[in-house]
């Protein structure tokens, strides 16, 4: 009874205090295209206190006080600060259309490379956004990229220059979810995995998750990748148009009525660059990919409502032309509809998508030797979300997210036959997460994934929880102490060898019945610490055990054995980021120590991503002329790999009856890597400088990979024992017309 009367207290209270108090909302887009500007930092200045944009631009501020004016600060890195006086009436929302202008091109060279996540947003753990600008501050290897930027950051780990594919935190690279506008992509790279297959000229904002990402993700170990892409010019018809060494892509946008829309499109022009990558006379590859989205918002029909439609397509050929060499093919597509709604009298939004993926991979070997292999993968999702926010600023959020998979796997056995598997499955998750958000200067945010199904056909009714926890606390105004900690499961992975030294074709399977789902636990602690307006430093530590993870049987001698096993292992580590920003120059600085241990079989060794030491120090400096000048140097301490100890003539028997025999020369092999190549560094530069011409804008990029051109080992050929090297000293040049 007395729950019952303590309940309706505190439902009273709840009400009482909406009647005397309001509610602050809106969205915070780009004046000049109408973008939303992602992250932005609102602030009331009476009152000290704010809120950060989402990724659609839109926030909101509840329990402010009511029948007087006050002062709303709105600041963007890169665009002039706005600030206006605001007038709420009890009980009531009011919502703002807050428009920024770009400072001009002269003074934004630096400001606007670094999109910083404000010190507004809560529970900022392990956790980066990247906007396009700072992508473009990387020097390019031939192509901008979203990944190989990833690759600067403290956890995020490569084994090559050659190939895009990234490792968080001891993961291996098919535990990273990639998201396009939610809708999942499974093979999201070009040309032999060199480079992302998502123009960065079509991203709008990324939100990366290195570990301890909230309950509405799942499905992935290790990190979670979500893009959003531009929504279109609102004002204007405009387009683009760039051209380098490697490609060559074109952009398309403006208005339609009551809303906008985006077409972009690339191609390979020029193979030839790529010899430099992979160390060979000729690279057959021919890739493109296309995107679109257009957008409708009619506020007389639909107020607080946007509706959207996204579409992309990329297909990859390797064509040797050459019957004693491989053919290897994949396309990716993704069609998909969203629907974002916010209640006009109530502080409630709530989001729909259907999501349609296609993936569709091949291997012929031709007379190579290599084996047949054929993936096929088909996704259609459907995602539900709803979130509350409180008096007081707590919110409440929930999801349904159902998910169907059709996927199949045709693969030549050692006996020469080709095997067929199928699966055909669904999954039902319920996600909710309450974030208490009352408490000045702290936080907490619990929430749960309920797995209903598992997408392994005959294991309906296995349910299973993703227990979540984020937390943080702010020590004054200059420093802030944060945690997590979270189970995390994965019932899809790749059929990869780790052993592979550039992996082209990782087929998808669902992982089986007889198997658990991947899973493993995060353990994250952190500091920040704000020193000047223009410094900061962030420390992170993490522990994260893999209790399960699917790996290839090697030892599979007969038809009923097992396709794949479990392994165990553990990966913990160490970061440190220092930042200092200003008007005319910029500095970051990564660095991770970390350790990752794998075990199968019995089996107990390091995974070839496993680089003790890291550190990458950036720069961006605006030099006279507006010219912009980034380096970027990176140190690796030495990758594991197995080495080649000797050889032995292996007996063959030609013909028993005529009694032929030869030998072929056999590689002997030393304990899976336990050896460790030579520290890896080197030094990348680019200049890059804008022409405002009267009706078109023109922009020059120079890049120089490895500056003083240091040898760094790639791998060492098993049938010769030649050094193979990566990128030597290599410029590379690009040219941007947009109109």
Same mark, same amino acid.
């Given at each position: ?200 000229? +079509? ?333 900061? +430093? ?202």
């Amino acid at each position: 009874m007395i729950k019952k009367i303590l309940f309706v207290l505190l439902i009273a209270a709840s009400v009482q205090n909406a009647q005397i108090t309001g509610t602050l909302r809106g969205q915070v887009t780009d004046s000049l295209s109408g973008e939303a500007l992602s992250y932005a930092n609102v602030f009331i200045k009476e009152f000290e206190v704010g809120a950060a944009t989402d990724v659609r631009g839109f926030f909101q501020i509840t329990n402010l006080p009511v029948s007087q004016i006050f002062t709303v600060k709105v600041t963007y890195v890169g665009y002039e600060t706005k600030e206006f006086g605001a007038f709420i009436r009890a009980g009531k929302i009011a919502s703002l259309s807050i428009k920024l202008n770009p400072l001009a091109y002269n003074l934004q060279t630096i400001e606007k490379v670094e999109n910083r996540v404000p010190e507004t947003r809560n529970y900022n753990i392990s956790f980066e956004s990247l906007s396009p600008s700072r992508l473009e501050r990387v020097p390019q290897n031939v192509e901008a990229d979203i990944f190989r930027s990833l690759k600067t950051l403290g956890g995020v780990s490569s084994t090559s220059d050659v190939s895009a594919r990234f490792n968080v935190r001891g993961g291996s690279s098919n535990q990273n979810l990639v998201l396009l506008d939610g809708a999942t992509i499974y093979q999201p790279f070009h040309a032999m995995g060199l480079f992302s297959a998502v123009d960065p000229e +079509i991203i709008n904002s990324v939100e990366f998750y290195k570990g301890g990402f909230p309950a509405e993700y799942g499905g992935r170990l290790s990190s979670v990748v979500n893009i959003t892409t531009k929504d279109g010019n609102l004002n204007k018809f405009s387009g683009k148009a760039a051209a380098g060494l490697l490609t060559g892509k074109a952009l398309v946008e403006g208005p339609i009525p009551y809303g906008s829309f985006i077409i972009s499109g690339r191609k390979n022009l020029d193979n030839r660059i790529l010899r430099s990558f992979l160390n060979s006379d000729e690279i057959p590859v021919n890739f493109h990919d296309i995107s679109f989205k257009a957008n409708y918002r009619n506020p007389d029909l639909l107020m607080g409502r946007q509706f959207s439609a996204h579409g992309f397509f990329s297909s990859d050929k390797i064509n040797y032309n050459d019957v004693y060499r491989e053919d290897i093919s994949w396309k990716n597509s993704a069609l998909g509809i969203s629907w974002y709604q916010l209640l006009e009298e109530s502080p409630l939004f709530y989001r729909f998508a259907i999501n349609s993926v296609n993936y569709e991979g091949e291997v012929n070997p031709n007379l190579s030797g290599k084996r047949y292999k054929r993936n096929f993968l088909r996704e259609l999702s459907l995602d539900t979300e709803f979130s509350y926010i409180f008096p007081y600023q707590d919110e409440v959020g929930a999801g349904i997210q159902i998910k169907e998979i059709e996927n199949s796997l045709q693969i030549e056995n050692r006996k020469g036959l080709v095997t067929s598997s199928t699966q055909h499955g669904a999954s039902i998750v319920f996600f909710v997460k309450y974030a208490l958000n009352r408490i000045k200067d702290f936080g907490l945010e619990a929430g749960t994934r309920f797995n209903v199904t598992r997408l392994a056909v005959g294991t309906a009714g296995e349910y299973y929880f993703e227990p979540r926890v984020l937390t943080f606390y702010n020590i004054g105004n200059f420093a802030r102490i944060k945690g997590s900690w979270g189970l995390h499961f994965q019932e899809m992975t790749t059929l990869s060898d780790e052993n592979e030294v550039i992996s082209v074709f990782e087929p998808w399977v669902v992982v089986p019945e007889y198997l658990y789902p991947a899973y493993a636990i995060h353990y994250i602690a952190g500091i920040d610490l704000f020193l000047t307006p223009g410094l900061s +430093i962030g420390a992170e530590a993490y522990y994260k055990p893999m209790l399960y993870w699917p790996s290839v049987n090697e030892k599979k001698y007969f038809e009923q054995d097992p396709d794949l096993i479990n392994g165990q292992g553990n990966s913990r580590g160490f970061e440190l980021s220092v930042n200092y920003l200003e008007r005319t120059f910029s500095l970051s600085a990564n660095y991770s120590l970390s350790w990752t241990i794998k075990s199968i079989d019995n089996l107990r060794y390091y995974p070839r991503y496993d680089s003790r030491h890291n550190l990458n120090l950036m720069t961006s400096v605006k030099l006279p002329f507006d010219i912009k000048f980034d380096a970027l140097w990176t140190f690796n301490s030495g990758l594991p790999y197995t080495q080649l100890v000797g050889y032995y003539n292996k007996l063959i028997i030609d013909d028993l009856r005529e009694r032929i025999f030869s030998f072929i020369p056999y590689t002997i092999l030393s304990e899976r890597n336990a050896t460790r190549l030579p520290a890896y560094h080197r030094l990348d530069i680019s200049f890059s400088r804008r022409f405002d011409l009267s009706y078109l804008n023109l922009t020059m990029d120079m890049s120089i990979i490895n500056l003083y051109d240091r040898a760094n080992i790639f791998y060492f050929e098993r049938d010769s024992g030649k050094k193979i090297n990566m990128l030597p000293f290599l410029p590379t040049l690009s040219m941007k017309v947009e109109i």
